[in-house]
């Protein structure tokens, strides 16, 4: 079963995401992903593509790297932020040839956050353009419609969506648009209350409702990031859009702060791993994002 057929399918599906370095070298993340026997736990990964626009190593070479390591499917980021046209084609061709066919189309972090100077946004367009290249790719054509002498493998295409807003239409309607241009599941930002939770599958099944062909068969996948501090609870709730973190949580680990580190992180991983358990048992397809710190992913199960 590849990944595409188990991402649809009943079957539990766990990926993790690792973000490459600000190095010439991969082995690192492959390194410790083996020491940590994160590795035991998932379904695959996925690599970021130079997050808060920070230059990082290549996504798609990094994806290569670790599907030849451990053997596990790989979902390989893109920005928009990055590439035109024609080299969004030319990266889905190389990464093609490499096997990497399973992509993550991101429209991506505005330029102004990098850490290279007076770096520019190309977009051309959004992740919807994407997705609309990887459906003509699909289908054996370019963006402008000339056919390939070789027909590209299948690429299974991803695209995100905030796991909260005051007015969910505004999610349903983006999760409309990318899974009308074919994406076959979209990975929410991180979820901290089950029922939030149930509002996103509730929109999943409303959506699915609008489509008569293979789209019907998008999946949603709840994304998950382990908080294990106090200071993370309240970066992620005051300075991220599109993410709720229950007061519950900031009280509770306020309280456990003021008693000792130690503490502090019992109390979040305790926090994490019952939301995690409780997620599992109502819709078990979970990416999980843990900033590299690969050896908390045993803890959650």
């Not at 290279?116 to 994407?130: R, Y």
């Not at 695209?159 to 909260?164: E, F, K, Q």
């Not at 969910?168 to 089950?194: G, L, S, W």
């Not at 997620?279 to 590299?292: D, E, Q, R, W």
Request: with cysteine.
């Amino acid at each position: 079963m590849n990944l595409r057929q188990k991402v649809i399918s009943d079957e539990k599906y766990i990926t993790l995401e690792t973000t490459p370095p600000k190095l010439p070298t991969f082995n690192g993340v492959l390194d410790k992903i083996k020491k940590t026997e994160a590795y035991k736990f998932v379904d695959g990964f996925s690599t970021t593509d130079s997050p808060l626009s920070q230059m990082k190593y290549n996504s798609i070479i990094a994806a290569f790297k670790l599907q030849q390591k451990f053997n596990l499917p790989v979902i390989a980021t893109m920005s928009m932020r990055d590439r035109n046209k024609i080299a969004l084609q030319s990266d889905l061709l190389g990464a093609n040839d490499l096997d990497v066919v399973n992509i993550l189309a991101l429209t991506g972090d505005p330029a102004k956050m990098s850490d290279q100077p007076n770096s520019k946004s190309v977009l051309e367009g959004n992740s919807n353009l994407l997705l609309q290249i990887i459906r003509g790719f699909n289908n054996g054509i370019d963006y402008s419609g000339r056919e390939f002498k070789i027909k590209p493998k299948n690429i299974t295409a991803f695209a995100v969506s905030n796991s909260y807003a005051k007015n969910f239409a505004t999610i349903e309607k983006k999760i409309f648009n990318k899974a009308k241009n074919c994406a076959t599941a979209i990975i929410t930002q991180p979820v901290y209350d089950i029922d939030i939770a149930k509002q996103l599958l509730d929109i999943k099944r409303s959506v699915r409702r609008e489509f008569s062909d293979e789209r019907a068969n998008f999946q949603i996948v709840l994304g998950f990031f382990p908080i294990t501090n106090l200071k993370t609870a309240q970066f992620l709730s005051s300075h991220v859009p599109g993410i709720y973190v229950p007061d519950s949580w900031i009280e509770a680990l306020i309280k456990a702060h003021n008693i000792s580190k130690d503490e502090e992180y019992k109390v979040g991983l305790e926090l994490s791993r019952n939301l995690f358990q409780n997620l599992l048992k109502i819709h078990p397809k979970i990416h999980i994002m843990t900033a590299n710190k690969f050896e908390i992913v045993k803890e959650l199960f």
